[in-house]
């Protein structure tokens, strides 16, 4: 392992479940290995602001089990500009900072990359997102947590939506991508789900509505992501209550109590593993890598790579859900 004196942590984004976990790993691996450790607080913002302070193993104390991220988060549009991750570069410099953690998603890492390309900063990301798209990985920091949540929400409403006979749309985040949609109504007995990777969802709703709802079901629930192509839960149980008045339909939202609560146990040693892992890979002089899980086992992917190339939705799993829905 190389000498990297000084070593930076950040979390960018949207907030995720098990981003605290990572930044108590990352912060003792630092120490561990006689690393001096930053916390670049509310994210690229503070890197250009100058919110920067060395942490030590108290400054993590207690955090492991707590939801969101104690660094903060922040939008920064004027990182976007070669100016502002110049201020950036500048204040990386005035604290000595040899190498910087970025805790975050597809965003966070095109940042780190464009940072790292202007300036040769060793970064090193991790992906927490509790979307699940980030290719490279089998799992993101929140995934897991955000999965129990949705499952504990709509084992709820099915006990309502089985007493009144109703069909029930419940909307999931997850703009562009169906992973948390398709595992989680798996995972809680959906009857469908309305996933943006699927073109011909829609028809296929139609047949179970027309065929065993109205012949057998008591009660369904439909999964919906927040970004599918029909506009989301409300714009769909619309359309489908005027074509079928007979149904009783609602609609729950979810929206951000799955990004918030206390960490899975799976996120925590994921978090924990792979801010070590960050660390060490830094020490070894690794740079423009992304710290993921493949197989159960860390596994390093170019950042450039993590961001460009789209994670694909494992189809066995939509064979699954139409062999358990019937």
Not at 231 to 242: F, H, P, S, T
Request: glycine fraction near 12%.
């Amino acid at each position: 392992m190389q000498k990297i004196g000084n070593i930076g942590v950040l979390t960018s984004g949207g907030d995720a479940p098990g981003m605290n976990a990572a930044i108590r790993a990352v912060v003792r691996a630092a120490i561990y290995h006689q690393c001096r450790i930053f916390g670049i607080r509310c994210g690229y913002k503070g890197l250009i602001e100058d919110q920067i302070e060395e942490m030590f193993s108290p400054s993590v104390s207690n955090v492991i089990q707590t939801g969101g991220t104690l660094l903060k988060s922040a939008r920064c549009p004027e990182f976007r500009q070669k100016e502002g991750r110049h201020k950036a570069w500048e204040n990386l410099k005035k604290h000595g900072i040899e190498g910087l953690v970025a805790i975050g998603g597809d965003g966070t890492f095109r940042g780190a990359q464009e940072l790292s390309q202007e300036y040769g900063m060793p970064v090193i990301g991790i992906p927490a997102t509790i979307d699940n798209d980030i290719s490279g990985t089998e799992y993101t920091i929140g995934y897991d947590t955000a999965l129990n949540t949705i499952v504990e929400a709509v084992d709820k409403i099915r006990d309502t939506a089985s007493a009144h006979n109703r069909l029930f749309f419940i909307e999931v985040m997850g703009r562009d991508a169906g992973f948390l949609t398709l595992r989680g109504g798996i995972a809680s007995g959906a009857e469908a789900v309305m996933i943006p990777e699927l073109q011909n969802d829609e028809e296929k709703l139609r047949n179970f509505l027309e065929s065993s709802y109205k012949k057998a079901k008591t009660s369904s629930i439909v999964l919906v992501a927040e970004g599918d192509e029909v506009g989301g839960a409300l714009r769909l149980a619309e359309k489908v209550q005027k074509e079928y008045p007979e149904y009783d339909v609602r609609v729950t939202i979810l929206g951000h109590i799955q990004r918030g609560g206390s960490p899975s146990a799976f996120d925590r040693v994921s978090a924990s593993r792979m801010g070590v892992s960050a660390v060490e890979a830094l020490l070894r002089g690794e740079k423009n890598v992304m710290v993921g899980l493949i197989n159960g086992q860390i596994a390093l992917t170019p950042l450039l790579k993590s961001v460009k190339e789209k994670k694909q939705l494992n189809r066995q799993l939509l064979e699954l859900l139409d062999i358990l829905s019937i």
